[in-house]
């Protein structure tokens, strides 16, 4: 269980177009997703917090109008890079929390990433 | 420095165990994690310790919690060429946010 999912899993495009990447949570509900970016050789920076039905909240820093955050359901949470520039590029990870319950350990659970080049 | 330290890397030969340390500066972190990142992946949960624990065990993983000095470890015990990846510790703040180390990169030489 607690299986998440980022599609596409790499993505090449042009300078100037959006790029839209979904995360979902496969076997379970995901009130909170959470938008990394990580750098070659380097840790993962966290963007912005997903919430389902609300807004997100974004970190300092990154721009709330280039990285469009969506959690339009329980298990699907979307980021559009718009207008992508070559320093957009970077590899992106998506994580949601699983709930446990009774254990009190919110745990999260990490997709594979999505490896995003603009050309 | 910096809120999680980790070293940045470690070798060990095949079948020796592995030690991989943490530090982190906030007490209040409740909850904490070794995540496991091979090349090209995400992270794969591997174990998380609770801040009232000082060990927990899961088959070759030791964790080891010294919350006094803020210090954490992960023991892998017979370390195998698979083990190669990078570890990243984090801790959780009281927004569930994870905030992590710079990561480990475990080579295990054959």
Same mark, same amino acid.
């Given at each position: 269980g607690a299986v998440v999912s980022q599609h596409p899993s790499r993505v090449i495009c042009k300078s100037g177009t959006s790029v839209k990447i979904e995360c979902r949570s496969l076997d379970f509900?995901?009130? $909170?997703?959470?938008w990394y970016r990580q750098f070659p050789k380097q840790s993962l920076m966290l963007m912005a917090t997903s919430n389902e039905g609300s807004k997100a909240t974004y970190e300092q820093g990154?721009?709330? #109008?280039k990285f469009l955050i969506n959690h339009a359901s329980l298990t699907l949470s979307t980021l559009t890079? $718009? !207008?992508?520039?070559?320093? #957009? !590029?970077?590899f992106y990870i998506c994580s949601a929390i699983l709930s446990t319950g009774t254990s009190g350990a919110d745990t999260q659970y990490f997709g594979p990433g999505t490896r995003l080049t603009v050309l | 420095g910096e809120d999680v330290e980790q070293s940045l890397f470690l070798s060990v030969r095949e079948g020796d165990s592995s030690v991989i340390n943490c530090t982190y500066t906030d007490s209040s972190? $409740?909850?904490?994690?070794?995540y496991k990142q091979e090349p090209g992946a995400g992270l794969q949960l591997l174990t998380y310790i609770f801040s009232n624990m000082d060990m927990k065990q899961d088959q070759r993983l030791t964790v080891l919690l010294n919350k006094k000095d803020k210090h954490l470890s992960l023991r892998i015990a017979d370390t195998q060429t698979g083990d190669s990846a990078i570890y990243f510790c984090a801790r959780m703040d009281s927004s569930y946010k994870l905030i992590f180390g710079s990561g480990t990169r475990l080579l295990v030489r054959p």
């Open positions: 509900q995901a009130t $909170t997703m959470f990154v721009e709330k #109008d890079v $718009t !207008s992508a520039h070559p320093e #957009d !590029s970077s | 972190s $409740t909850y904490l994690y070794w």
